[in-house]
């Protein structure tokens, strides 16, 4: 019996670059820095609370919608304490996600309708288009700016239109790690000041800034932060991607359009794993040392990689390291770059092409350097013997 024919909603998208690269670094037994996962386990403390509420607690049933009211309340009492603002209302502004990739698209499908307009950095994680465009929006593309990854406000004002209904901000930056300052913050406010345009601030990197700065919420600028979702994560934050777990902070309004569509998408998040969260978040030592933490394996992975050949650009926050390859192999697209650098010379990296939208390509290549230092000497071993190629 023939199947029924389907028209497929994305049908020019296909497996994510991060799924690809680590497939074939398991081809080809390269290490994996592809993909933006640490190596490493997360803090000791929180795996025993987590034991403790899966075999002890009886915590094994729904959580309640918005997220555990003891898990709201400790993320409010942490916001107010890192970024010296009013803390958020557990019970109206505050709602646990099943990690910030559903706070996205949850945000998304609340807020965006058919026809309406979103404005998008690029490059940008790969997630945002798909799912601007799975609600009927209308993705509009601004680049940043070349080398340092700046925004560009004036081609931003001039892209924005009465159908602009949402802008979206990732600080820092997956890929690049560029980080928004508060003139950057500022600057925005001005531009969206008389308009119905919301933002959508993914900053689940909150915690990762480097060289004594310090990050620059959304949440700081009152304006903003009046018509702003803001995203975060306990997987980036705790070295536990694969639990899952984030949160949005907005006003009430828009608290209450994305639980309407988070109650439909996920409901509530694993119990035992939001009373472990619990648990631990009040200890802001687990958090407070991640800027000396990532700095140290970011200047680490630079000497490392110095002898290869590779111009390595700044890194102001975030985990990974953009590089620039074209002194090596002129000529050669991205893509084809970090097959060769995975088949060859056994290290799995992204092209940055994949992170726009029309591929556009620079010579650029990223690596995540949040990995054991034993990981990163063994990968810059090899990168180290197989360039520059022809020597």
Request: aromatic residues 8%; contains cysteine; negative net charge.
């Amino acid at each position: 019996m023939a199947l029924p024919s389907l028209r497929s909603k994305l049908p020019d998208v296909g497996t994510s670059i991060f799924s690809v690269m680590t497939q074939l670094a398991q081809e080809h037994g390269a290490i994996n820095l592809a993909q933006g996962f640490p190596d490493y386990d997360p803090p000791q403390a929180l795996l025993e609370a987590l034991a403790h509420h899966v075999c002890t607690s009886g915590h094994q049933q729904y959580a309640p919608m918005p997220g555990l009211p003891r898990l709201r309340e400790a993320i409010s009492q942490k916001t107010a304490h890192v970024y010296g603002v009013a803390a958020p209302d557990p019970a109206t502004e505050i709602t646990v996600t099943s990690g910030a990739t559903e706070a996205l698209y949850a945000v998304l499908a609340a807020v965006v309708h058919p026809g309406d307009e979103v404005l998008v950095l690029e490059p940008a994680y790969d997630l945002y288009s798909p799912a601007i465009r799975l609600q009927g929006g209308v993705p509009v593309y601004v680049p940043l700016t070349l080398p340092d990854f700046r925004p560009d406000w004036d081609q931003v004002r001039a892209s924005l239109t009465p159908r602009t209904r949402l802008v979206m901000l990732n600080t820092p930056n997956n890929p690049t790690g560029a980080v928004l300052t508060p003139h950057d913050l500022t600057t925005l406010a001005e531009l969206l000041r008389d308009t119905n345009t919301l933002v959508l601030s993914d900053e689940v990197y909150e915690h990762m800034v480097f060289d004594g700065h310090a990050h620059h919420s959304v949440l700081q600028h009152p304006e903003l932060r009046e018509r702003a979702f803001v995203l975060s994560s306990f997987g980036k934050t705790y070295h536990a991607t694969g639990w899952k777990v984030g949160y949005c902070i907005a006003p009430p309004p828009l608290t209450t359009e994305l639980r309407r569509v988070h109650q439909f998408v996920t409901f509530s998040v694993s119990t035992p794993t939001q009373h472990a969260l619990a648990d631990v978040l009040p200890d802001t030592a687990l958090f407070e040392m991640l800027p000396t933490f990532y700095q140290q394996k970011r200047d680490l992975f630079r000497e490392l990689l110095a002898p290869t050949g590779l111009r390595l650009l700044p890194v102001a926050g975030a985990y990974f390291q953009v590089a620039d390859f074209r002194g090596l192999a002129p000529g050669t697209d991205d893509v084809t770059f970090a097959r060769r650098l995975t088949q060859e010379a056994g290290v799995a990296v992204v092209p940055i092409s994949a992170f726009y939208h029309d591929g556009q390509d620079h010579g650029l290549v990223r690596f995540c350097f949040a990995k054991q230092d034993s990981t990163l000497q063994a990968a810059a071993q090899r990168l180290q013997q197989a360039l520059p190629y022809g020597s």
